[in-house]
């Protein structure tokens, strides 16, 4: 089965997870990944900037990238979120009826 998978970093846990239950919640998403330490190297305003972000990995269906888009938009603290979507395929037979499951929901 054919998923996008978002993936989106940020430097707070709280809105790291405010953003993951949002997405889930408004069923934009079936499941959010949120990993902690990542470390990133930037240029930001003519400067090579060292962060630690948290990376939100949010897989859905392709009719609901853009409603995963807006979501993160308007609730993530970032004046250039990093937003890119990734052409995902479920291998697992229990994991893509779990998923398509809860597309439903969608």
Not at 24 to 42: F, H, T
Not at 83 to 103: N, R, S, T
């Amino acid at each position: 089965m054919k998923i996008k998978i978002i993936q989106t970093t940020i430097d707070s846990i709280k809105i790291a997870e405010s953003i993951s239950e949002l997405l889930v919640n408004n069923n934009a998403s079936p499941c959010v990944q949120i990993i902690s330490n990542v470390k990133s190297v930037y240029q930001w305003k003519d400067k090579v900037e060292h962060s630690s972000e948290i990376l939100l990995l949010i897989k859905t269906i392709p009719e609901n990238v853009q409603k995963c888009k807006n979501i993160i938009l308007k609730h993530h603290n970032y004046d250039v979120p990093e937003l890119i979507v990734m052409d995902g395929y479920i291998l697992e037979d229990d994991y893509q009826a779990w998923f398509i499951e809860h597309c439903r929901k969608i």
